[in-house]
């Protein structure tokens, strides 16, 4: 089966090839993938090549399908997995797998498994670890969201406390306390604000930060402090530019912060999360550094009297990534304010190159057609010379300028193919 992806070849060496896949052997499956999202850890990967831990060496001779946010349907079953899936059975991946005692995983390592591509072909390790997941929502791109989301829900289930009487630790952010997303108005800020005002463990006070008042402007416009506030949240925006560690002891009214997100790789906002933890606070570090030597002062003083302590998480586990689909099937998660961009699988390979240089949020991929990667906020203007785009433009207007399934299906049939 003649087949299209975009594979690593080697350092900032990406390709939409066509090539032939081979027939699956009995203990794997062939799915067709329908969206895959763009992880910043996929541009981190293709910008290393060889020298990232999770990518072979001999890709030059082999390349590998990238992406790992990846969602389809399942068209052939191998025996051994027949009575487990089904042809026809929508399906995401929990990409975070064990390799043969390696941290090889899809989207980085294997020659058809991946996440960009028209068809791929799950590894053995991928069901016998219980990795591919049924998937029940009508949306697809939900399904490619429900990966970066378990990242945000293992940060979440990381943060922990200590009964000071038994030094026991109590997993998960304090119930009721004071949260702080720092840089927060990021993609994966939004869905960590969708998340902590719809979860079971809700804080009290959510303060979400950024120096940009327009993406600040945008996250409030998606998450309503009206909205938190039915769930018992009380949610702040604030712009840090300024004056950040007043501001937020401020609006904390001088108690500091319970649990302290950190979504930017800086040391200055590395630092301000340590200046307004509050006694017993849990600060962790999310976002994940390109820099192997970045570093930042913390407060010992405050570890030793003040029991401050640090953690640091990246991806999720098969458990939090359950959590997400069964939220977003219930309704309760809607991560579409995460996805500013569109495109087709001719957009992967610049857009992942050059992810850091492009504004706005997730760039959704829809892995079997060919649309140039646009900008929600640019569909109009697309639209005076294409009516496909005049269409979503009219479509996502409706749902607050965000994507959605409308538009999704109205895409899938309407767009070129590949």
């Excluded at 027939?23 to 290393?48: G, N």
């Excluded at 029940?136 to 490619?144: D, L, T």
């Excluded at 506030?229 to 004056?243: D, F, I």
């Excluded at 509050?278 to 002062?297: H, K, R, V």
């Amino acid at each position: 089966m003649l087949n299209k992806a975009v594979r690593m070849h080697g350092q900032n060496d990406l390709q939409l090839d066509t090539f032939e896949l081979p027939a699956i052997k009995d203990d794997e499956i062939l799915v067709r993938v329908v969206s895959d999202s763009i992880c910043m850890s996929s541009y981190k990967a293709a910008i290393q090549g060889s020298n990232h831990k999770r990518v072979p060496e001999d890709i030059a001779e082999h390349p590998v399908i990238i992406g790992h946010e990846f969602c389809g349907v399942i068209e052939q079953v191998g025996a051994k997995w027949q009575d487990k899936y089904a042809v026809g059975e929508k399906f995401t991946i929990q990409p975070n797998i064990s390799y043969k005692n390696t941290l090889r995983t899809p989207g980085y390592a294997f020659e058809f498994c991946g996440g960009d591509t028209q068809r791929a072909v799950l590894i053995p390790e991928v069901m016998e670890q219980d990795c591919l997941l049924k998937y029940r929502a009508r949306e697809f791109f939900y399904g490619s969201l429900s990966e970066p989301l378990s990242c945000i829900i293992g940060t979440f289930h990381a943060q922990y406390h200590t009964h000071k009487e038994n030094y026991e630790h109590e997993m998960g952010i304090k119930e009721g306390g004071n949260m702080a997303i720092l840089a927060g108005a990021g993609p994966m800020g939004l869905g960590a604000i969708d998340y902590a005002i719809h979860c079971d463990r809700k804080p009290g006070l959510l303060v979400v930060t950024d120096i940009d008042q327009a993406r600040l402007d945008r996250a409030a416009s998606i998450y309503t402090a009206e909205e938190a506030a039915k769930h018992g949240v009380k949610l702040v925006y604030a712009n840090t530019r300024e004056n950040a560690v007043e501001t937020l002891m401020g609006i904390s009214e001088g108690k500091g912060y319970d649990d302290v997100l950190v979504f930017a790789p800086v040391p200055a906002v590395i630092e301000q999360g340590d200046a307004i933890l509050a006694y017993d606070g849990c600060l962790n570090f999310f976002a994940g550094p390109t820099n192997p030597a970045l570093s930042a002062n913390f407060n010992f003083y405050n570890v030793h009297y003040a029991a401050h302590h640090l953690v640091g998480t990246s991806g999720g586990n098969t458990s939090d990534m359950v959590e997400a689909l069964e939220m977003i099937a219930e309704g309760r998660l809607n991560p579409a304010g995460m996805v500013t961009h569109v495109g087709g699988l001719n957009a992967v390979a610049d857009t992942t190159l050059n992810l850091p240089k492009i504004p706005g949020g997730k760039k959704l991929i829809y892995t079997n057609i060919n649309l140039p990667l646009t900008a929600i906020d640019d569909f109009a203007k697309a639209g005076e010379t294409d009516p496909v785009f005049a269409e979503l433009a009219k479509i996502c207007a409706k749902h607050n300028n965000l994507w959605c399934g409308e538009a999704e299906a109205y895409l899938l049939a309407h767009a070129e193919a590949i």
